[in-house]
């Protein structure tokens, strides 16, 4: 082992305050467990000790670093074998092999979630309280990082409670989806979209949604609207009255209400191959249908969007699909995807898009209209995105 601490105090200090803002930045800038608790050793390692181990809140020993990296598993064994650290305060610690070692719990919140182990032939008192504000800042980039993973936990749990679990075959459509929430993750996206089967078992409602805002509230009204769709159609509801009923459950949240545009739909599948379906845009982007010949046109006339006033009486749009035809529908994160003052779906951006797809399947189309967002722009998008086709035939 190395020896040399004891040249710590001689150290300029404003170096080692130096050191100690460097570390603590690279500290705070990740959420990745794993990574920060490397960092962590790394940092120490050889600067401050010859060989340091993290051990993480359930006593796992999560990282073992030594300057000489041949010692690195062998030491592993030992500390695994000799079982974790017991101490709670700082202080020495039974040695390994030769030399000193100290155990530095990790503290956050006044909660312990770790501890970090070092050893060396001998330290300077600095280099151990050195190691010492590492550890306590580790410790709290730790903390975060673990309140960020069970956030992000139930952001996604909620997330596919908020979505079906998988589309329904429908015979003669090849149906595809594609959905990403915008941000790093942890919130919950206001967009939505369902496919069931309506009663008789001949014919069957989709929706694609855009919830006004993100987060739990946004959620709540996502879920609400998602649940009572599939209710009112129970009920066998015609779908304008569905669309009627949903806007006032929307309005009596009160306060907690949302705006929200909807596009709903009804499929009939006929037994010549063609696709009849009843349509009710609210304040949603209009659906397209693309021709075998790649002409595309819109498929619905706009209304109302939902929660904004009680007295609205929709009307559905007549559309009939034939084979090989292609129906899209997207949420704005879609048509509004910007490229500086310009958006995708300006002087009829999507439409050329869909234009391009003829002969492509589903599944196809959905991914080259997701392309064609994650390609427009230099800057991540800001949006929640869902795409929704249906191909006849």
Not at 76 to 91: C, D, F, I, N
Not at 172 to 179: H, K, L, M, N, P
Not at 293 to 320: C, F, I, S
Request: charged share 20%.
């Amino acid at each position: 082992m190395t020896a040399g601490f004891a040249a710590v105090p001689e150290a300029s200090w404003q170096g080692w305050l130096s050191y100690v803002a460097e570390a603590s930045d690279l500290l705070a800038g990740t959420l990745d467990e794993e990574r920060l608790v490397a960092l962590l050793a790394q940092l120490v390692v050889p600067r401050l000790a010859v060989w340091c181990a993290v051990y993480v809140a359930d006593d796992r020993l999560a990282c073992v670093w030594h300057t000489d990296e041949e010692l690195a598993d062998p030491l592993r064994a030992v500390l695994t074998e000799s079982g974790p650290p017991l101490q709670t305060v700082p202080g020495p610690w039974p040695e390994f092999s030769v030399g000193v070692t100290y155990v530095l719990p990790l503290v956050a919140r006044r909660r312990r979630i770790g501890a970090m182990v070092i050893g060396g032939e001998r330290f300077a008192r600095g280099a151990v309280e050195l190691a010492e504000e590492l550890g306590r800042r580790a410790a709290l980039a730790l903390d975060n990082a673990r309140l960020y993973a069970a956030q992000l936990a139930m952001s996604r749990a909620l997330q596919r409670s908020l979505l079906p679990p998988a589309l329904p075959d429908i015979p003669g459509i090849e149906s595809a989806v594609v959905y990403e929430p915008a941000g790093e993750g942890a919130e919950v996206g206001g967009d939505f979209y369902d496919l069931f089967a309506a009663p008789g078992g001949d014919h069957w409602r989709f929706a694609v949604g855009d919830v006004c805002g993100t987060g739990p509230e946004a959620a709540a009204v996502t879920g609400l609207a998602r649940h009572a769709l599939r209710i009112l159609a129970a009920e066998d509801l015609a779908l304008a009255d569905v669309l009627t009923r949903l806007n006032r459950i929307i309005l009596a949240e009160g306060p907690r209400s949302r705006l929200m545009t909807l596009l709903h739909g009804d499929l009939c599948p006929g037994p010549d191959g063609t696709v009849r379906m009843d349509l009710v845009s609210a304040g949603h982007p209009l659906p397209l249908v693309l021709r075998p010949d790649g002409t595309v046109r819109e498929a619905a006339v706009p209304q109302p969007l939902l929660g904004v006033m009680d007295e609205v009486k929709y009307e559905p749009n007549l559309l009939v699909l034939y084979p090989g035809e292609v129906m899209l529908c997207v949420t704005d994160g879609v048509t509004e995807r910007r490229d500086g003052a310009h958006m995708l779906g300006d002087d009829q951006g999507l439409e050329r898009l869909l234009g391009g797809c003829t002969g492509l399947s589903a599944g196809a189309v959905a991914a080259r209209i997701q392309r064609a967002v994650h390609d427009y722009g230099a800057a991540p998008s800001e949006d929640d995105l869902a795409i929704v086709v249906f191909r006849v035939g």
